[in-house]
């Protein structure tokens, strides 16, 4: 089984300055990687995933994130962040398709605030 | 448009009622899923259905029933509804040989 831990419930940050959403996980084997975005009242959006190969990822909206296997790690970063980054942000990992069960296991979510 | 569509968007229900949340897809994807999501706790899966006639739990099944005698279909049932099970509820689905998933907007569900 895996699990996800996502050390920060909330985080708080300037217009424009930089952040780093960080997530660990924890697996017995190969996992794929993913940070998911939550707006307000809306559904799940993928900002971007690793499954192999690159170890740094890039996504949409100016986020990228770094696969490290050895601090199992996959903190997520954006270098200028907007008013309208402001949102909930989950880390989740899975196991390859046939490596056992389906579905994703969730952090329990990094509130991101941006402050004017 | 083409993706995962969720019925109702919000529901309440009283203690001992039964109902049903539907989720359909027609992207023809083999794998859907039934998360539930509570305040700090992130997202838990709930069931999940591999390809049709084929279901099985998740982390948190207790008091929650699926089937899946469509590809296209995959509804949630609460037989007697509990305040526990009051949150918002995510249907979910995937490709065979792909890792992403594609998530509905969701249903709120408070139970009185």
């Known amino acids: 089984a895996q699990s996800v831990t996502q050390l920060d419930s909330q985080v708080p940050v300037f217009e424009e300055a930089p952040v780093e959403l960080r997530c660990n996980y924890s697996s017995s084997v190969s996992v794929y990687l993913f940070w998911y975005v939550q707006y307000p009242n809306q559904g799940l959006q993928l900002l971007l995933k690793?499954?192999?190969?690159?170890?740094l990822v890039k996504g949409i909206n100016g986020f990228e994130a770094e696969f490290n296997k050895s601090q199992t790690s996959f903190h997520l970063r954006k270098p200028s962040v907007h008013i309208s980054d402001t949102a909930e942000y989950f880390c989740a990992v899975t196991t390859p398709a046939g490596g056992g069960a389906d579905g994703l296991t969730f952090g329990k979510g990094t509130h991101l605030i941006i402050q004017p | 448009n083409a993706g995962v569509t969720q019925t109702p968007k919000f529901q309440v229900l009283k203690t001992g009622q039964s109902m049903t949340l539907q989720c359909a897809q027609d992207m023809n994807h083999e794998y859907m899923s039934w998360y539930r999501q509570d305040p700090g706790m992130g997202l838990r899966l709930i069931h999940y259905s591999v390809g049709a006639g084929i279901t099985d739990q998740g982390e948190v099944p207790n008091g929650y029933n699926v089937s899946r005698s469509t590809t296209e279909d995959f509804p949630l049932r609460l037989l007697s509804a509990a305040p526990s099970q009051t949150s918002v509820y995510f249907c979910a689905s995937r490709q065979t040989g792909t890792s992403g998933y594609t998530f509905g907007s969701g249903t709120r569900l408070t139970v009185v």
């Open positions: 690793y499954l192999s190969g690159s170890t």
